[in-house]
């Protein structure tokens, strides 16, 4: 485990207090959430499960075994329900749940009534293709309302279901079928991204043809390319939708059922399908939402960026949105489609107030240019969110100004697939932010940097640890509950280690550095380096390889790979190329390599293992650190001199 590097990078004394008008009408403006979590963890959390709609009370706040935690045991609610009938029942129905709009332009406007609608119709379909209670669904879409459908149908009739986004491979999406053992796969023939037709159906064929569990595809016609239909396997979901029944009793599930699987990478090149539950879950992700974003639902509208197929998109596009009422914006697309403002079209055009992205896209807005977003009316904007990794404070000044015209509180939200829910941000109406400190632990969080030794830091650098159970933390890994000890919890003793080193400074503020393990932080997504080494090795032509994360200007992290040929190979700018596209077909796009630097040899200790840090300090072209370990020093040489002439690919 790497130290985490403590960089004196933050701007010490600037601070932003809440503006005095966002902070006079916020949901909250005092300490008082903070007290009544401290005063009594488990009444505050029954406190916030309570806003939600039960089927039966819970007898159990929480129940926590080291390191599996219950919540809300006995309770049994419905998603579903939580997120669509009980706001249609409070008169709601006409209310809009999403603007969507398409790549090309094409909109479609759908209200809490409708969605509920076409939720329970699907949920219909499901059960017909023989789908029930407890089997797993797969989900392979673009950016498009039927994604929202399909996973509301599944909570509808307690079917976990696993989203795999749409941008990762066949292969990528076989291996996350067969962990999961899912019965039906639900696709599209395609989506737009930068102005062409993106297939998915061929993907998703090449992928059951490997996954016997599958026994039905339903696809989505969007693009309307050409697709082959199995018959008797291959359902059109407009075709299946118009026969279904418009009604589906809700499955009530207990607090603990299974929600949802979601794969996650870790430092081996096996992803973890990450197991997150009803109660708790719902409980936490509606809390935050409202809290964390000062959640008006009346007023507000919201946009959340990210795609449905990580977590962000299931905690903050799908389920806290929906469960809180709210209206929000959906964009299929890519942010310089047609052009470069396109973001900032749409803001304007729906008049959304609160925006929610990541730093790495804050940082393409700035390359591009302050006239972009200055084409359009953005003073709606009453709240900006950033999430994914640390977002420098150049970006976070830059985005205050030039998107939120300087007076928008800016939450800069740190939390993890695992853990679900926001787990540090400020509170936008109580919290004085400093640009790139995400502050402190939200109420009924309890967060603590420790040392090497696993004792408690008070002040400085140190590794990001939880203290606490929470409601909307991972139950484990599916399938794989030694895995999941050993990742998270046996680090420091009982504590939860996240991977991130952190910094605390004088005024108790949070600094999140970044991981300390084998995990890349690429444009806010986790790829292992182990990952793409096995996706390298797996060419015919490649020995070896050895992969680094070194710094970008805007994606964070770039994926760096050095690689050994075997005899006979020769290296070449081509070969090079090849092989980034062998890693982009193993596993999608977000792990291909930026640069691929051919080497004879890698450095190595004598016991044979590869001195990444030694890798990483090429990479980023540092002076070297300590290489008396080395088992033969002039391999980092020879090294140095075919990175600098190794070129960048952008
Ligand atoms: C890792 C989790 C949470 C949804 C998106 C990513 C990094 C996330 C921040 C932040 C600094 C952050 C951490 C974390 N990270 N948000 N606000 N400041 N770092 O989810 O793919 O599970 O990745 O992203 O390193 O461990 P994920």
Known sequence: MAEPTIEAYYLEDRTFPPPPEFAANALTNDHSLYDQADADHQAFWAEQASQLEWFEPWTSVCEWKLPFAEWFVGGTLNVSVNCLDRHVAAGKGDK?????????????????????????????????????????????????????????????????????????????????????????????????????????????????????????????????????????????????????????????MQAEDLLYLLYTSGTTGKPKGIMHTTGGYLTQVAFTHKYVFDLHPETDVYWCTADIGWVTGHSYIVYGPLANGATSVMYEGTPDTPDKDRFWDIAERYGVTLFYTAPTAIRTFMKWGTDFPARHDLTKLRLLGSVGEPINPEAWMWYQEHIGGGNCPIVDTWWQTETGAILIAPLPGVTTTKPGSATHPLPGIGAELVDEEGTRVDVGGGYLTLTQPWPAMLRGIYGDPDRYRETYWSKFGDRYFAGDGAKLDDDGYLWLLGRVDDVMNVSGHRVSTTEVESALVDHPTVAE??????????????????????????????????????????????????????????????????????????????????????????????IKRRAAETPTEE
């Open 545 to 638: 390889a050895a992969v680094v994360g070194a710094k970008d200007d805007t994606t964070g992290q770039a994926i760096i790979a050095y690689v050994t040929l075997k005899g006979g190979n020769e290296p070449s700018d081509e070969h090079g190329q090849l092989l980034r596209k062998h890693v982009a077909t193993k596993i999608g796009a977000i792990a291909r390599p930026k640069t691929i630097i051919f080497t004879d040899d890698l450095p190595k200790t004598r016991s044979g293992k590869i001195m990444r840090r030694l890798l990483r300090d090429v990479a980023e072209g540092r002076v070297l650190g300590d290489t008396t370990t080395l088992a033969d020093a002039s391999v980092v040489e020879e």
């Open 96 to 252: 809009v749940a999403f603007h969507w709009e398409g790549e090309p332009g094409d909109t479609r406007t759908i209200t809490y009534a409708e969605l509920l609608d076409e939720t329970q119709r699907f949920a219909n379909v499901l059960k017909s293709l023989g789908v029930a209670r407890g089997d797993r669904v797969n989900i392979y879409l673009p950016m498009i309302p039927e994604a929202v459908v399909a996973m509301l149908a599944c909570t509808r009739i307690g079917a976990p279901h696993s989203v795999v986004f749409g941008g990762f491979s066949s292969e990528a999406l076989r291996d996350r079928i067969l962990d999961a053992e899912a019965k039906v796969l639900i696709t599209a023939d395609g989506g737009y991204r930068r102005g062409a037709v993106s297939p998915l159906k061929p993907n998703a064929d090449a992928a059951v043809a490997e996954t016997p569990s599958i026994e039905h595809v339903v696809v989505i016609q969007r693009t309307n390319n050409d697709v082959d239909m199995q018959d008797g396997r291959d359902h059109w979901y407009h075709e299946v939708m118009a026969e279904a029944d418009p009604t589906c009793e809700p499955e009530r």
